[in-house]
């Protein structure tokens, strides 16, 4: 008996991707990666950002390490923020 088109086959764009399938350690990992992106990119990209504003801001404070602190607890705390509730406004 031909099989229906109209019914999906296991494999089909409908289906999960795990669906019998093992995940690779790659794929794990990268899993993980993708998901703490906002995290990284919080400390990667706007913790030094908001350092170098604070010390564009007061001259005096750029050999003070209290700018680099400051930036970190910003952008790590806006991008752990970011990272439970899947946005970033």
């Known amino acids: 008996m031909p099989r229906d088109l109209a019914q999906p086959s296991g494999d089909g764009a409908g289906s999960p991707p795990t669906a019998?399938?093992?995940?690779?350690?790659?794929?794990?990992?990268?899993?993980m990666l993708l998901q703490t992106m906002p995290l990284i990119f919080g400390?990667?990209?706007?913790?030094?950002?908001?350092?170098?504003?604070?010390?564009?801001?007061?001259?005096?404070?750029?050999?003070?390490?209290?700018?680099?602190l400051a930036g970190l607890a910003i952008g790590g705390s806006w991008g752990a923020l970011a990272n439970l509730r899947g946005r970033w406004l």
């Open 20 to 31: 019998g399938k093992p995940v690779s350690l790659i794929g794990r990992l990268l899993t």
């Open 43 to 68: 400390l990667g990209f706007i913790a030094p950002l908001i350092a170098q504003l604070l010390e564009r801001a007061a001259p005096g404070s750029a050999q003070a390490q209290w700018p680099l």
